[in-house]
């Protein structure tokens, strides 16, 4: 089978999506173009901007758009066959994830643009509310772990004759395939050497734009090239701190000093959470964001180039089996629906949605293309990472290394199509996913302060850096951690924690829907409610709450059956995360069957078809 055909019908079916249910959508919601938006009637050009469609809909895009649609669909498509993996791409984005990215950013301008949270305290209680930032916080941690360890390592390892010297490491077009390490040819070093320079760039950006006259437009024709110009240098200046550990300490092996390698860059990618998490917006966010939502169009653009003419045929398996079992033992069912989170349903948009995209929402009927359009072309981008997959023949030793490697040899194949040095190509897909991961670090962290100011109140220096320090001082904690498997082989800490990442994350979609479904509930009492919003909240409740037991509740059970409370805090805050959703479905249920609320002001009724 070829993979334009499989690709070209999942976009097709996600356009037909978009074209009829986002319609019903619209109606549903009784989107009106001619109703002030808080954006129009709060304008303060600080935090309440009108924005046009298509540049709130770019932005929005490569904010929800990281390295989540990316890595899930790669680990669900290796351990479950493609097939399965694509129908809850198209399925869930469609029926789950757009739903809940749109009635979340809907939510939020029918009262006053606040936060999703905000909206639970409102139609539920003050209690619900303050549960609800716990559980989000803790989902922040989870994600920031995932993401920071992920990143480390692909900033170590390689091909060992590159990494002493022996090869230039561009040439890799002859590197035998059996000493490709888990860079694919090109160092990690190297990629590391990119990386950090590719973070010089968006400050020289920031600070070039706010103290000179230069225009977005020419920072944007100036900074975008010179992002392939880091990728290109870094492979002949790679930062290889393996070797350097090796170096101080010559009775190590090289295994042994990139394992102590990984832990660094754990270090140091928290530290930029760190300053990332309290500097100004237009010193780092805002033009790395800008900078990041290009080479997230680059590579969509690369990867619909490589599909359109490459004539890749499909050669993975379609199904493993309704049995199939991961490397660590991750049955069908429920992780399938939680490793690919991210380009299906993701509890992560809603806060972007109800945060600082309803401050921006221009027109009512915006809603449609930004809250329900943007979800489908994450699911478009899952689609071309699961393709990284499905080129690839059974047995491949590339399905042994992280989805990052398989991504990065996915869109070098992509990019062979046009000519480029495979070095390059490779360097440049790592790129994009590391590139990926910084637009997530750099939200969740802020997000994570923002919370833990309104817990305490200190919303001054104190509470920025006391916010900042446990968001970011939690995840280093946990990174310093190593789990092992049953066989005493050590586990990647982003391997544990991205089904953790997954269950807490679809887990907040979960309560997302949920306090939508009792606003629209309590204000409406239109059935469709239960259709639209209400099935789901019951589909993201059962599989997330089902995948939590199941990665939770084992480790409180010793060999001989009985319980034993365990050492690991891991478990204690799944535990915890379990707790406050079946509190939450409480808290709903009280809501639900209470008096029906008033309509907020500016809150119209539902469509009655």
């Not at 590579?299 to 079992?325: C, D, H, M, S, T």
Request: hydrophobic letters at 55%.
């Amino acid at each position: 089978m070829s993979l334009l055909v499989v690709v070209a019908i999942a976009a097709a079916v996600l356009l037909v999506a978009y074209v009829t249910y986002g319609r019903f959508l619209a109606r549903f919601f009784a989107l009106d173009p001619r109703r002030p938006t808080p954006a129009v009637e709060l304008r303060d050009d600080i935090d309440y901007v009108p924005i046009e469609s298509k540049f709130l809909l770019s932005q929005h895009f490569s904010a929800i758009a990281a390295a989540g649609p990316i890595t899930g669909p790669i680990l669900a498509g290796v351990m479950f066959g493609w097939l399965p993996a694509l129908v809850w791409i198209l399925i869930g984005s469609i029926f789950i994830g757009g739903v809940h990215d749109m009635s979340a950013l809907v939510a939020s301008i029918r009262h006053k643009a606040r936060s999703i949270a905000e909206v639970v305290r409102d139609h539920m209680s003050r209690r619900s509310y303050v549960l609800f930032l716990f559980f989000i916080w803790i989902a922040l941690v989870y994600i920031i772990v995932a993401f920071t360890d992920i990143t480390a390592s692909a900033f170590v390892g390689g091909p060992e004759e590159l990494r002493r010297g022996t090869k230039p490491a561009v040439d890799t077009a002859t590197v035998n395939a059996e000493t490709v390490g888990e860079t694919g040819g090109v160092t990690g070093g190297a990629i590391a050497t990119s990386s950090m320079l590719y973070l010089l760039l968006p400050i020289v950006m920031g600070l070039l734009l706010r103290y000179t006259r230069l225009s977005l437009g020419w920072a944007t024709v100036i900074f975008v090239p010179l992002v392939g110009v880091v990728i290109w240098i870094g492979q002949y200046i790679p930062l290889d701190v393996g070797l350097i550990v090796q170096h101080f300490n010559p009775e190590l092996s090289l295994l042994q000093a990139d394992f102590l390698a990984h832990k660094v860059w754990d270090v140091a990618l928290l530290a930029y959470c760190l300053i990332a998490g309290v500097v100004p917006v237009w010193l780092l966010l805002q033009p790395r964001g800008h900078l990041g939502g290009f080479f997230l169009y680059i590579a969509l653009a690369v990867g619909a180039i490589g599909v359109l003419f490459g004539g890749f045929p499909v050669q993975y398996e379609a199904f493993k089996g309704w049995n199939a079992v991961g490397k660590t033992g991750e049955t069908f069912f429920p992780f399938l629906f939680i490793t690919i989170a991210c380009g299906a349903c993701s509890g992560f948009h809603s806060l972007i949605a109800s945060g600082t995209t309803s401050k921006q929402l221009r027109t009512e009927t915006d809603a449609k293309p930004i809250g329900y359009g943007a979800m489908l072309l994450e699911a478009m981008v899952a689609v071309f990472a699961l393709a990284c997959v499905m080129i690839l023949k059974p047995g491949d030793p590339l399905l042994g290394q992280g989805p990052n490697q398989i991504y990065a040899s996915g869109l070098a194949a992509y990019l062979g199509v046009l000519g480029v040095a495979k070095g390059f190509a490779i360097a440049f897909g790592l790129m994009a996913f590391t590139t990926f991961v910084y637009d997530t670090l750099d939200v969740c962290t802020r997000l994570g302060r923002y919370i833990i100011q309104e817990l305490t109140g200190l919303q001054n220096w104190a509470g920025r850096w006391l916010g900042t320090a446990l968001t970011a001082g939690v995840p280093l904690f946990l990174v310093m951690r190593t789990s092992v498997d049953a066989a005493g082989n050590p586990i990647p800490t982003w391997r544990t924690f991205w089904f953790l990442f997954g269950a807490s994350n679809q887990l907040l979609a979960a309560i997302t829907l949920l306090g939508v479904t009792v606003w629209l509930w309590r204000t409406r009492r239109n059935p469709l409610v239960w259709l639209v919003t209400g099935i789901p909240t019951v589909v993201m409740y059962v599989m997330s709450t089902w995948a939590l037991a199941k990665l939770t509740l084992p480790e409180f059970v010793d060999g001989a059956g009985r319980f034993d409370a365990p050492a690991d805090p891991v478990p204690w805050a799944g535990l915890v995360l379990i707790a406050l959703a079946a509190l939450m479905l409480v808290e709903a249920i009280r809501a639900i069957l209470g008096p029906q609320s008033p309509p907020a002001p500016m809150e119209p009724a539902l469509a009655s078809s």
